[in-house]
């Protein structure tokens, strides 16, 4: 059996959209796909600490965790990526990326080309309740 990643993912609902970060071409993962701003849970590390750390990591804002609106696996060769969605309020900061990634975008739709794991996420937003997703 694989072992489990918790990874926290935070849906940043926008006047313009959904955020959305697209990985470097030579990251180890979904490599030039665009996905939710967030990362790994450290050792000893509360989800919501992990989710604020990533999500100013990976963008530049500051935020507040609200609640889980779900929840999806990735599986790669050697490990099963759990991705934990949760709303966020912005606190504040301005959006810049971080060397894992190599864009952003306030999404609305289009033809973008996302992570499996965000794919699945979408399919569900679709017919559930989950906050102003128009993802």
């Known amino acids: ?38 990362g790994k849970v450290r050792a000893n590390e509360t989800l919501d600490e992990a989710l604020v750390r990533e999500v100013h990591e990976e963008t530049g804002l500051r935020i507040r965790p609200g609640h889980v609106v779900g929840a999806v696996e990735q599986a790669f060769p050697h490990k099963v990526s759990v991705n934990i969605i ?36 979408k399919k569900g937003c679709r017919s559930s309740s989950a906050p102003r997703a128009r993802i």
């Open 1 to 38: 059996m694989k072992p489990f990643i918790a990874v926290t993912r935070a849906l940043i609902v926008g006047e313009d959209g959904v955020l959305v970060v697209k990985r470097s071409d030579d990251s180890h993962t979904n490599p030039s796909l665009w996905e939710l701003p967030g």
């Open 86 to 121: 949760f709303t966020v309020d912005v606190l504040g900061g301005g959006v810049r990326i971080s060397r894992e990634h190599e864009d952003w975008c306030w999404y609305t739709s289009g033809p973008l080309r996302f992570s499996p794991w965000l794919e699945e996420f």
